[in-house]
């Protein structure tokens, strides 16, 4: 089969790999490096509605695979599907959970999905009022940007004082634009976070083996939040039973809420959740696949994504994927000063990979036959073994032969 993935991250060329692995054509926009050599690549952006659809119309995909959740929550889906594609994504409406934490707090509750205590606030001086009777009560706070923020618009406060900072900026300074006009102010929940990548067609649902993410840059999760600085698979703390009670208090309820107000959901939900002694509580959903957690999962399933992929797009039961008797660990490797600023342009050099390392490519082009640095998180150092001891060996390994001026990486992915 022919699928048409878009995007160009760490994401979309581990779904490529996978893929084409299963014997699938991959054609991909506007595409990486890493892509290119699964396929071919067309430079065309994911705003550029017409000649998206162009592409489209030319190619010919059995499946159009929409990786990242900004043309999502644009409305990108909507279009191939109203164009007549088996589209794997959700619509703008349900793209919504992800698009406003504000909807997606209100859709918790209306499902009575377990969730953090909250308000939405677009006046500082109301928002200011609330955290300090929260504090007064006890609680500590999240302060979030409504919007969608690149993970960077949660202020995770431990004092009152942090908190009125944050409201502050987001309200009025305005640092997060559009996205911060509206804040979500949570009382603060503590446990042990896990996401739980979910295939949604309908009412036919199949979890995805459960990976962790370190999202913290420094080692000890210390520092400042990034997109996710690593990934493993298996995790032993969360069982059978965990993922079970999250699909049925965290899952399902969303997608009947969104049911009963006509909103169908086709692609992936991420569920982003706490534990809390033996009750898992829901922190937020994503509606694309967590990255770098694709980069772990994909490592690990058996044959029978790609069906399962063009099952959620025709809207069908989905057939279910196998999980291997493996570990996987994806070691991120990142721009010296990310999360914060950082250089563009640096030359990269790969050496002689250990076997079963593949590096996806989630920041990186080429320029004058040379790959250069090109984003925050430039590669994903994804690993197999019959352990997680193993196959966390084998990515650091991978590691030191990997280099550019200024790379940083975590020493310390899968060892807590
Ligand atoms: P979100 O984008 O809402 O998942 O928030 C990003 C990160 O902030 C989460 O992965 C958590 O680490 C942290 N976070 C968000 N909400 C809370 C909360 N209510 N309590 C504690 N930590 C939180
Ligand atoms: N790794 C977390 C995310 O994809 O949002």
Avoid at 54 to 69: M, N, S, T, W, Y
Avoid at 199 to 204: E, F, I, N, R
Avoid at 344 to 363: C, M
């Amino acid at each position: 089969m022919r699928f048409l993935v878009l995007g160009s991250g760490g994401r979309e060329h581990a779904i490529g790999w996978k893929l084409v692995q299963e014997g699938h054509e991959v054609v991909s926009a506007p595409g990486n490096p890493g892509l290119a050599e699964l396929g071919e690549v067309y430079e065309v952006a994911l705003n550029n509605r017409m000649e998206l659809l162009e592409l489209a119309k030319r190619i010919e995909p059995d499946l159009v695979v929409i990786g990242p959740e900004d043309p999502l929550i644009a409305g990108l889906a909507n279009m191939f599907r109203e164009n007549g594609f088996a589209t794997f994504g959700p619509g703008t409406d349900a793209a919504r959970l992800e698009g406003s934490k504000a909807f997606s707090k209100d859709m918790m509750k209306r499902a009575g999905v377990p969730t953090a205590e909250y308000q939405s606030f677009s006046d500082p001086i109301q928002a200011k009022e609330y955290v300090a009777a929260r504090f007064d009560a006890g609680a500590q706070v999240a302060v979030k940007a409504s919007g969608a923020a690149l993970g960077k618009g949660v202020v995770v406060c431990s004092e009152l004082e942090e908190a009125n900072q944050a409201i502050s900026e987001m309200l009025e300074v305005g640092s997060f634009g559009q996205a911060g006009k509206t804040v979500v102010i949570e009382d603060r929940l503590f446990g042990r976070e896990f996401s739980l990548l979910t295939l949604v067609s309908g009412d036919s649902i199949h979890s995805l083996p459960v990976a962790q993410d370190h999202k913290r840059i420094f080692d000890g999760d210390e520092g400042p939040n990034t997109g996710g600085m690593g990934t493993y698979s298996p995790v032993s703390a969360v069982s059978k039973a965990l993922v079970q009670q999250t699909e049925e208090e965290v899952v399902r309820p969303i997608l009947s809420s969104l049911a009963e107000i006509d909103i169908p959901y086709q692609g992936v939900l991420f569920s982003g959740l706490m534990m809390d002694g033996d009750q898992v509580k829901c922190l937020e959903y994503n509606v694309r696949f967590g990255d770098p957690e694709i980069q772990t999962v994909v490592r690990r399933l058996g044959a029978g994504f790609g069906d399962a992929l063009l099952a959620v797009g025709k809207g069908e039961s989905i057939p279910e994927i196998p999980v291997l008797d493996n570990a996987s660990l994806t070691l991120v490797l990142a721009s010296g000063g990310y999360p914060g600023d950082y250089e563009k342009g640096k030359p990269i050099e790969i050496g002689e990979l250990p076997d079963g390392v593949e590096v996806f490519h989630a920041g990186t082009r080429i320029v004058n036959d040379q790959l250069v640095t090109n984003g925050g998180r430039v590669l994903g150092v994804s690993s197999v073994g019959k352990t997680l001891d193993e196959a966390r060996k084998v990515a650091y390994e991978a590691a030191k032969v990997i280099h550019w001026e200024g790379m940083q990486f975590r020493s310390d992915i899968g060892a807590n």
